[in-house]
């Protein structure tokens, strides 16, 4: 698995880990049962505290995607639940998808579409917020 | 360690002195030997034992008060103050060490000389008496001491690699020149041995112990100060 | 955390004559944790760093490293014992060469670990032979560091451990302190170099003229610090924003700009009422949030 963290993108390192396991599993490049590094390693490995890395594993542990075996290491558990936390990925990634494309087609630039999202994920959560 | 440090640190300056001293010594037996022929051989020995004595204290109280140099105050004007105190060891403990390395060189330094004389004496078979070696080394000693004192003191006190060794320097200077008046507790005069010749260069008399403690004492209370100027300083 | 703090001060302060360097400092360290100390030069971090390693006495105020009196001298003998310092010089003893300052350093340390140093050595392309004198400031860094990391100390100080790396240094400097923070080492290190922090940290404090101004996790700041741009029909007055929160207003034509540390939610609420044409919310980088911090103080 090839994790790459960015310090420029200002969010929190542990949830960009979390996210690229979790992308990882969706995708099949994690199975069910593979072994993640140790925490140790891959702290040294990202060059990043290993606060980091236990934080975004215990967190995953809490999710249910990973196993966390003291001394032995953490290994990925597709369940049930998991799975249909990857289907619901998978349905939203296409709906994005098509989203992306018609803004595409009313003229909008990448970075702007990039901006938009971006922003609206920033913004509360309880309200929709009108931009017009 | 710090003894190993404290070598490391010093040994070039202290292998400089003793190169230096030991040609000294050679000059003063081989050179003074020479053109003496007129007197006798006893008169030639203390005339001898008594220049030599002249130059090597000049050469040793140069050599020590060099030695002496170093220590928390200039570590910190070259910058690795911050090393040696994060070591735990008190302050105390590395002035102490420093201290006794220094006196231990400087009587390395004053008694490799009369070695070397005696050893060529005897070598010439030449007479040696014990007894003046023995005052002089002790007029060495007795009179250094207090330089080294205010060797370690001004070390302590002025931060900069060459304004300590000159201030030392300078009160070398001052003792050299200093008034009549003085003469009772300069220590250079002491060292000179001038107050208890017999001859204009021979030592005779008994010992001045007690001088030679009030010396010590005094070096004592120079070197007690540092320490404790050094304990409370920031760094 | 339950563990008792590595480092804590209470009213710590220094002053030199009239210049107070350290004023009313109190700094919580926690173990186990990589912590970064920031503030601008002259900002008092390196007094701080000395007073708690017992270089500089305290004016006012006490401290405690590993449970122990920074005022102390018997205590602070055993700090030394535990803690090992990088200092900002970087500076050794000249007359040494390396392999005998690593032998004087070790005689100090029961716990030393020669593997740890030969490895290290190696890594940092060290030579031995070398004296002190005729090594480059990024070689002497690394020295200092290798005879730090060996004494496996529990606490690991570093003051600027980055100035005078190039960026292969930096890396080995990171690689570094990130596996003695996993070998249960707490570091507490000072830099100017935001990027190296952001990326190592867990937490940032921040020092301003003496005092504490900052002391958050880092992943709390990346959380809950936002800067919101807002385009406006008829610009409002900036002193109906200064709410809760808000960091810094800066307005040019009908564009406002807020940065805020909390309560984005109320600031778009407010923008809203005031008719905003846009609301964007975007991410504020650690960078931006110290330089604020630092100028608000």
């Not at chain 3, 360097?21 to 186990?32: F, S």
């Not at chain 3, 070398?130 to 990024?138: A, N, P, T």
């Not at chain 3, 890396?171 to 990130?178: A, C, I, M, P, Y």
């Amino acid at each position: 698995m090839l994790i790459k963290l960015s310090t420029s993108a200002g969010q929190p390192l542990y949830l960009q880990l979390m996210q690229q396991i979790r992308h990882a599993i969706e995708t099949g490049a994690l199975r069910d049962g593979d072994q993640l590094p140790g925490i140790r390693t891959l702290a040294e490995e990202l060059v990043v505290s290993p606060g980091t890395v236990a934080k975004a594993y215990s967190e995953l542990e809490h999710e249910g995607a990973l196993a966390l075996h003291h001394g032995a290491g953490a290994f990925v558990c597709v369940n049930r639940r998991t799975r249909r936390f990857g289907d619901r990925v998978q349905a939203a990634r296409e709906r994005v998808d098509h989203l992306i494309l018609r803004l595409r087609d009313e003229g909008l630039l990448d970075d702007e579409i990039r901006r938009l999202f971006e922003g609206g994920l920033l913004l509360p959560r309880v309200e929709t917020v009108g931009k017009r | 360690m710090l003894w190993y440090k404290a070598w490391l640190e010093t040994r070039t300056r202290f292998l400089v002195a003793v190169a230096g001293i030991t040609g000294l010594c050679s000059y003063v037996v081989y050179e003074l030997g020479q053109d003496v022929t007129p007197r006798s051989t006893v008169d030639h020995y203390y005339s001898t034992l008594h220049s030599g004595h002249r130059l090597i204290a000049i050469m040793w109280l140069v050599a020590m008060s060099l030695l002496m140099m170093g220590g928390l105050v200039q570590e910190k004007a070259a910058g690795v103050s911050s090393f040696t105190l994060a070591l735990p060891v008190s302050r105390a403990r590395l002035m102490g060490v420093r201290i006794w390395a220094g006196l231990t060189q400087a009587a390395a330094l004053a008694v490799l000389p009369w070695i070397v004389i005696s050893a060529v004496f005897s070598v010439a078979g030449w007479p040696i008496s014990l007894f003046q070696v023995r005052f002089y080394l002790l007029l060495l000693a007795g009179g250094g001491i207090v330089f080294a004192g205010v060797a370690v003191l001004i070390s302590s006190l002025v931060d900069g690699q060459y304004t300590a060794p000159m201030l030392v320097l300078g009160v070398l200077l001052f003792c050299a020149n200093a008034p009549r008046s003085l003469n009772s507790v300069n220590p250079l005069v002491f060292m000179s041995g001038r107050d208890y010749m017999a001859r204009p260069d021979m030592l005779a008399g008994p010992i001045p112990w007690a001088r030679l403690a009030a010396n010590v004492g005094a070096a004592a209370l120079f070197m007690f100060g540092s320490v404790k100027v050094v304990q409370n300083r920031d760094f | 955390m339950t563990c008792s703090p590595a480092i804590e001060t209470a009213g710590l302060c220094k002053s030199y004559g009239s210049t107070r360097a350290v004023r009313d400092l109190n700094l919580t360290v926690q173990p186990n944790r990589i912590t970064a100390f920031l503030g601008l030069n002259g900002a008092g971090k390196s007094t701080t760093i000395k007073m708690l390693l017992g270089m500089i006495k305290p004016t006012a105020g006490s401290g405690t490293v590993l449970g122990r009196r920074i005022d102390n001298p018997a205590d602070s003998v055993a700090i030394r014992r535990a803690v090992a310092f990088v200092s900002e010089d970087k500076r050794l003893y000249s007359y040494m060469t390396v392999e005998q300052i690593v032998r004087f350093t070790s005689g100090f340390f029961p716990g030393w670990r020669s593997d740890l140093a030969a490895a290290l050595m190696r890594k940092y392309e060290l030579p031995p032979g070398r004296k002190v004198r005729h090594l480059s400031k990024g070689m002497r860094t690394k020295l200092d560091l290798l005879l730090a990391v060996s004494r496996h100390p529990a606490l690991l100080i570093l003051d600027e451990p980055s100035e005078g790396l190039d960026p292969l240094g930096i890396e080995q400097l990171l690689e570094t302190l990130v596996t003695e923070c996993a070998d249960g080492t707490t570091v507490f290190f000072s830099s100017h170099q935001i990027a190296e922090v952001e990326r190592i940290s867990d937490q940032v404090c921040v020092i301003h003229k003496g005092g504490l101004v900052m002391d958050a996790s880092l992943d709390a700041l990346r959380q809950s610090w936002r800067q919101v741009d807002i385009v406006f029909a008829s610009i409002p007055d900036q002193a109906d924003f200064q709410m809760v929160g808000v960091e810094r207003i800066r307005t040019r034509g009908r564009q406002m700009s807020i940065v805020a540390s909390r309560n984005v939610e109320a600031i778009v609420e407010r923008a809203r009422d005031f008719q905003a044409s846009t609301v964007d919310v975007t991410l504020v980088g650690l960078r931006e949030i110290f330089l604020q911090t630092v100028e608000e103080n």
